[in-house]
T-cell receptor, first 112, second 118 residues
């Protein structure tokens, strides 16, 4: 599975959009991009995933560049409760290992 | 159940003792994973079960660690002769490994077991 690179930390003002970048330049054609977040003292929570088209759900939007070498997770109106560590993970559905490998993620601090 | 259930939520044990941590996955989820997270660190993969296939044990840190999954459902992670460096939050997750384009391989995590070895 491809490796990802994320900034270690970011700040965002409450009510503004939080844009979290992720580089995955070695991604292959059958690999999906997944985003999870971990709020302090809780288990990680699935947010969204995509292959090549942009995706949106009730939590966030995922924008994947045309060459698929990077993506951005967008929280449109960040709240204090969105303060968490955000993990970008690339994994192929055909992968027979099954496991997600979590990197260090981006610590997002939403400030009032 | 509605979510992944782990027990106990907290466990304090003396160095050298054995401990068992339990995970009840979401009903129908064929894949089950164990991770651990030391204080201030990221998630470290331990072991993965998928249906009746042999488990992927590549993340187990030593032979003191073992896990089993009975009947394709409940899983137990056992740590023998615990050491202080085993202190961490042990997280279990399950997923539907149904495959196919567009399938959601999203994991659902439990709340974890906080293990403290004194």
């Amino acid at each position: 599975d491809a490796k990802t690179t994320q900034p270690p930390s970011m700040d965002c003002a409450e009510g503004r959009a939080a844009n979290l970048p992720c580089n995955h330049s070695t991604i292959s054609g059958n690999e999906y991009v997944y985003w999870y977040r971990q709020i302090h003292s809780q288990g990680p929570q699935y947010i969204i995933h995509g292959l090549k088209n942009n995706e949106t759900n009730e939590m966030a939007s995922l924008i994947i560049t045309e060459d698929r070498k990077s993506s951005t997770l967008i929280l449109p109106h960040a709240t204090l409760r969105d303060t968490a560590v955000y993990y970008c993970i690339v994994r192929g559905l055909s992968s027979n290992t099954g496991k997600l490998i979590f990197g260090q993620g981006t610590t997002l601090q939403v400030k009032p | 159940g509605a979510g992944v259930s782990q027990s106990p939520s907290n466990k304090v044990t003396e160095k050298g003792k054995d401990v068992e941590l339990r995970c009840d996955p979401i009903s129908g989820h064929t894949a089950l994973y164990w991770y651990r997270q030391s204080l201030g660190q990221g998630l470290e993969f331990l072991i993965y079960f998928q249906g009746n296939s042999a488990p992927d044990k590549s993340g187990l840190p030593s032979d003191r660690f073992s896990a089993e999954r009975t009947g394709g459902s409940v899983s137990t992670l056992t740590i023998q002769r615990t050491q202080q460096e085993d202190s961490a939050v042990y997280l279990c997750a399950s997923s539907q490994a149904t495959g196919g384009a567009g399938s959601n391989y999203g994991y659902t995590f439990g709340s974890g077991t906080r293990l403290t070895v004194v």
